[in-house]
């Protein structure tokens, strides 16, 4: 059986303190962006020219000039040596979801037996990894190798640490020999280009001066749960598909709330308090850390940033929490739903734009009926999503993330706005024709007591139910799942709503060349929005039978599945609108649905075999065993009484039944397998799992070959 361990003390792992770092008495604002070739750095490497000529180009997303790219290697490869670098890397983001990276040293030979250190800017520019074995959607054969990796100077080189040294990372995009984008962070630059250039316009038309190139901000809040990395290692399922296959839900998890926000447990406090460290040196703003609603489940969130460098930031992110964590002896899991039965983990997007005028242009102010910039930018986010919400659906459909919409704690597959009493008031007003004439305002918030001073109160309250809501100053996607890219839904909100700004930047136009009066153009234009789009906008409850009976009623799609979800991407108008924008051709979609749907089926088929694996070999071995103990054990205690023991032969009975059901199940499970149908491989799978969740209550924890979810779950 399997061995049963207590907790560990993590003091000393490795040999040294886990409290010990580099760092030392430094404060953070000291080693904050140490290991970033960032501005700061830039200045002190690089000549004058070559400073003002790149820094330009990051700032304003220019044309990179390729006479200095020579000055920028040597300058970053000395700062990178300095720092213990050996090899560099183009640092990209296949299709996979994940990051990829190909190590070459810095080393060329001196022609005397020695070496010298070398890094040109043809290196520094463009890279050829083996493009062969990434996903690409039948946008190239096996056979065709070629791809080209190619540096973003808008996101900045940075170190990553090894046990013995240093890597220079370099962030670039991935394309095909033909040019086409096998990659996420191509279509995202492309779309951070689309709303860039339709929020210029229309600051054009309201007569705002532009400063500055206008850009999206992400912020990405970060869910993952913990558990003891002991118990991870004895979970073969935990570790080939992020996800517990089975387990039984403990008597009490999270009913309680009592783990929410609370007091953080000083084990987990370590793993933190580390986290944090690394990525501020890494540049990476993190702001929040806490407990969240699970058992062993909590979140980190960063302050916004340029959605480019917050995608890169958060990709870093999960990699360096699994590494942090097996430093603190524990498993960090990303997945979307690790365990049924209690909260899953998403990875909630918090979008906005920072206008041409430098300003956050989703900011209502004081009277936001009075704000015509924000009063466009917000119809704009209602046509977009009312228009295009199965291809945003289709933006966060993926297997793990399944499990996770339309249960108890995360949005439902519908997607619907929520705007909250003061915007909705407004957007009211706007509807009937006259225009917005004033804004409700929040108040104060008085406890009673008079040593306690008086609050501010919002204008409105927060929904937590809603899939993309707006929260102040942004809106936040929440139907994201925690293991995924925030590319993709990126790269869908600004494609969409760059088309709505394009559509209302084309009327004003019009409505100037026939000598309107703009301030009444305007309020045609968003007063036929909101008739028109009004529908999307939903302000309770997301999770009752209620509202999946109103969201039909008005016509919402739901999308409940990943196949059903995807399968927009294919759709003529989304075409249409990503070559529109300039963001995906039709053959980068479609390869993308491809990509897509397989990474799905693989992830069903390979969670399908090891159930059955598992189920197999693991369990249903230890519970024939347990069946043959109790046989014994009931023939001695009867042998002895001489009377029959009817409770025990009804537990045998039920014991021998699940077991008997168990079997079948797999027997199920293996030929839905043999005949390939995906959905029977999930049905399979789900009643497998009831049948062996039922036999893990029937059978000696001692005797059980699997760590138990009240063992994973609170972390000592």
Known sequence: MRTRIS????????????????????????????NVFGIKVMRNYLSEKAFKSLSEAIKNNGPLDRSIADEVAEAMKNWAVAKGATHYTHWFQPLTGLTAEKHDSFIELDGEGGVILEFSGDALIQGEPDASSFPSGGLRPTFEARGYTGWDPTSPAFIKEGPNATTLCIPTYFVGWNGVSLDKKTPLLRSMKAISKQVSRLAKLLGIKITQNAFSTLGGEQEYFLIDREYYHQRIDLIQTGRTLFGKP?????????????????????????????MWKLGAPLKTRHNEVAPGQFEVAPIFENQNLAVDHNMLTMEVMQKVAKRHGLACLLHEKPFAGINGSGKHCNWSITGPDGKNWLSPGDSPHENERFLIMLCAVIKAVDEHAKFL?????????????????????????YLGEQLTDIIEQIEKGSGAKSSKKGGTLTVGLDSLPTL???????????????????????????????????????TIVADALDDICTKLEEARKSDKNADKAVQKILQEIIKKHKKIIFNGDNYTEAWLKEAKKRGLPNLKTTPEALEVIKDPAVISLCERQGVLTKRELISRYDAYLEAYETVIRYEAALAADMAKTTIIPVAVDYQAELAEMIKSVEGINKTKSASSRKFLKDVSGET????TAVGSLEAALKGNSI?????????????????????????????SYTEMLFIS
């Open 250 to 278: 403990p008597a009490k998890h999270q009913q309680m709330a009592d783990h929410y926000f609370g007091a953080i447990k000083e084990r987990v406090m370590g793993f933190m308090e580390d986290l944090d460290r690394e």
């Open 660 to 663: 008997e059901k168990a079997l």
């Open 456 to 494: 501010p109160r919002h204008a409105s309250d927060r929904n937590r139910t809603s899939p993309f809501a707006f929260t102040g100053s942004k809106f936040e996607f929440r139907a994201v799942g925690s293991a995924m890219s925030l590319s993709g839904p990126n790269i869908v909100i600004n």
């Open 393 to 417: 659906r289709a933006s966060v459909a993926s297997a793990g993330n399944d499990h996770r919409l339309g249960s108890h704690e995360a949005p439902p597959a519908i997607i619907s706005i």
């Open 7 to 34: 907790a560990i003390d993590i003091s000393n792992i490795g040999g040294k303190r886990m409290m010990t770092t580099e760092t030392g008495n430094k404060t953070v604002a000291d080693y904050y962006g140490d």
């Open 679 to 707: 959905e029977k491989m999930k049905d399979g799978v789900a009643a497998l799992r009831t049948v062996i969740d039922t036999l893990e209550g029937l059978v000696p924890s001692n005797k059980w070959p699997l760590p």
